[in-house]
C-alpha cells in the first residue's frame, strides 16, 4: 500500500509529488493526483505544518476534499475539451489555409464593367456593378459568409463575401486594416435590417491591395479603448483611424468650413499672416525662442499684430493660424502648440465687437445644426448639445470677483513671490494650499471660471478685466471725473460650460502716444515694433480684435474631456511625436 504526504503549510500541489521530500498542499489535490486504479490501495498522511506529526486525515476533512477533487476534475476534463477543440479548430484552419491556396479568384470579364466610386457616392449606384477601394474597418465570419465593413475615409461600406470569394487564400487571412478593392454588386438592405448608408456590396472579385498583420502585431493588438493614454499618444496616427477620432476631426473640418462662410457672410476677408515673427503679444515668458540666420525671433503667439495692418487696406480681417506658447501647462485645455482663429475689426466701440463675436459663434453653430451631416456628427459625440441663446450674459470682472465670493468659490493663497502658502492638513498630514476670498485684482483661474460656468451653465461675457492683468495694447476704460481705485481695460473673455475660456478679446489702443507710453512701461524696445507704431501714425481709428481657440470650440461643441482630442497630432510639454 502507498502512503501520500500533505502539508498544508510548506507542501506544494503544481509541482509536489506526495512524497515526504515533495509533499502536496492540499488533501483535495493529492485525491485527483491519485489515479482511479490505485485509490483503495494508497492512505493520505496530513499534518497542518512542520512542527506537527503526520495523522490520518478526519472523516469531514475526507469528505470535503473529494468533493474539491470533483470539481478539480471536472475543471481538467474542460481544458482538456478546451484543448481538443482548440486543436480541432486549428487543424480544420490548415486544411482550410492548404486547401484555399488552390483556389484562384478571376474577375469575370462577361459582367458589366464597374463603376469605380467612393462610399460617399455610392447611393445612385444602387443596382449596379461598383469598385470601391478601402480598408478593412471590421470583420465577421457566419458560417460560409464573411461580413467586411469598409472605410475609405469619406464614409463606411457594409460588404458580403460568399463562395470563393470567400475561400481564397486571401480570404481566409483576412485582417483588420488592411487595404482591399472590392467589386461586386450595390443592393439594398431588406426592410428590417440596417447598414450603413442602407445597402451593402454583394463581392464577385475583390483582391488584397496591402495586407495588414496578424497574432501579437494585429491592430487590436496594438491598440483599444484601455490602452494607456500615453500609449494612445504615441499611436496617434492609428487612434485616427477609430469612429470616434475621425469624427471629431471630421467635424473640425466642418467647423472651420462654418467659420469662414461666417466670416463671409459678415463681410471679413482671411488673410495669412506669418509665423516667424520678432516681436511679442502676450508676453516673453510664453515665447519659444530660436535663431533665425543669427537674428533672435519666435514663434507667434497671436496674428492680431499683422491682422491690424491690413484694416486699412483689406477692411475687416480674420485668420486661422498656428499659434505657439511656451507655457509648462498640462492641464486639459491647454496645448503648446494651437489653430488660432483671429479676427480685426475697423470703426468699432467694444459693445460692437462682444455682439459680433456672439453673432460669428452663432451663426458658425446654426451652419452646422442645419447641414444634416454635420448635425448627425455632433448628435453622434455630444447628444445633449443645444445651441446657446441669445444674448449671452454679460458680466463686469468686480461682479464676477463678488459672485465668486457668494457662492464659496475661493483661491489659493499667495506670498509677495507668487508662491502658494500651504498648510498641513491635521487629518491627511499633507501640505494643502491655503484657501482665501478672491480680491479686485486677481487673474480669476482656470478652475474658478469653469465651476462659475458650469453653475450658471450658459455663455457668459467676462469684460472690463483690470490693466495689470491684460497686454499693453489693450484700451482703458474712460474714468469718471475723481474715479478711484483700478484702471480697467475694454477687455473681454468669453467662457462655455465644460470648457472655460474659448476667445479671449479687446479693443487697442488707438492713440499713439497713449502705445508709446505703454512699451515704455512694459519695458517693450518699440523699435521692432515700427510697423505696428506706424499704424496709429497714419489715419487712427478705434479697432478691436479677438482670439478663439478652434480645439477649446470643439472640445465645447463634440464634449470632449481635453483639447488633445481635437487636434490632429496635439503638441503639449514633453511631446512632439508622431
Partial sequence: ??????????????????????????????????????????????????????????????????????????????????????????????????????????????????????????????????????????????????????????????AVLTGDANKTYDAVTLQLEASVELTGTLKAVPEGQRAPGGHELVVDYWRVLGAAPGAEEAFTNRLNEQSDPSILADLRHLVLRGETASSVLRLRAALLSAFRQSYADNDLLEVTPPCLVQTQVEGGATLFKFDYYGQPAFLTQSSQLYLETCLPSLGDVFCVQESFRAENSHTRRHLSEYTHLEAELAF?????????????????????????????????????????????????????????????????????????????????????????????????AEAAERQMTDIIAAPIFLYGFPAELKAFYMQKMPRQEGEQGPVYTESCDLLMPGVGEIVGGSMRIADMEELLA???????????????????KYGTCQHGGYGLGVERFLAWLANRFTVRECSLYPRWPGRATP
Fill in 348 to 444: 468699432i466701440t467694444f459693445d460692437d465687437l462682444m455682439t459680433h463675436i456672439e453673432a460669428i459663434i452663432c451663426e458658425t453653430v446654426d451652419k452646422l445644426l442645419v447641414n444634416p451631416a454635420t448635425a448627425a456628427l455632433i448628435k453622434t459625440l455630444n447628444p445633449h448639445f443645444k445651441a446657446p441663446s441669445r444674448p449671452f450674459m454679460r458680466m463686469p470682472y468686480a461682479s464676477a470677483i463678488a459672485w465668486l465670493n457668494e457662492h464659496k468659490i475661493q483661491r489659493p493663497a499667495e506670498d509677495a513671490d507668487g508662491n502658494v502658502i500651504t498648510k498641513k492638513d491635521e487629518q491627511t498630514g499633507k501640505d494643502e494650499p491655503v484657501m482665501v476670498d478672491h480680491e479686485i485684482g486677481d487673474d480669476i
Fill in 518 to 536: 505703454a512699451y515704455k512701461r512694459e519695458g517693450i524696445d518699440p523699435a521692432p515694433y515700427y510697423w505696428f507704431t506706424d499704424q496709429r
Fill in 1 to 158: 500500500m502507498s502512503t501520500i504526504y500533505i502539508d498544508q503549510t510548506s507542501g506544494v500541489d503544481a509541482s509536489g509529488n506526495g512524497t515526504v521530500d515533495q509533499p502536496y498542499q492540499s488533501l483535495a489535490f493529492a485525491l485527483f493526483s491519485t489515479p482511479t486504479t490505485e485509490a483503495e490501495t494508497t492512505q493520505y498522511q496530513i499534518r497542518k505544518d512542520a512542527d506537527a506529526a503526520y495523522d490520518v486525515p478526519t472523516q469531514s476533512a475526507t469528505k470535503k476534499a473529494k468533493k474539491d477533487a470533483q470539481g478539480l476534475e471536472k475543471k481538467r476534463l474542460k481544458a482538456q475539451a478546451e484543448e481538443r477543440e482548440l486543436k480541432e479548430k486549428a487543424e480544420k484552419r490548415e486544411r482550410r489555409l492548404q486547401e484555399s491556396k488552390k483556389i484562384v479568384l478571376t474577375e469575370d470579364s462577361s459582367l458589366p464593367k464597374p463603376v469605380k466610386s467612393k462610399i460617399v457616392k455610392l447611393e445612385s449606384l444602387r443596382g449596379q456593378r461598383v469598385r470601391v477601394s478601402g480598408w478593412v474597418h471590421r470583420r465577421r465570419d457566419q458560417q460560409e459568409i464573411t461580413f467586411i465593413v469598409l472605410r475609405d475615409g469619406t464614409g463606411y461600406l457594409q
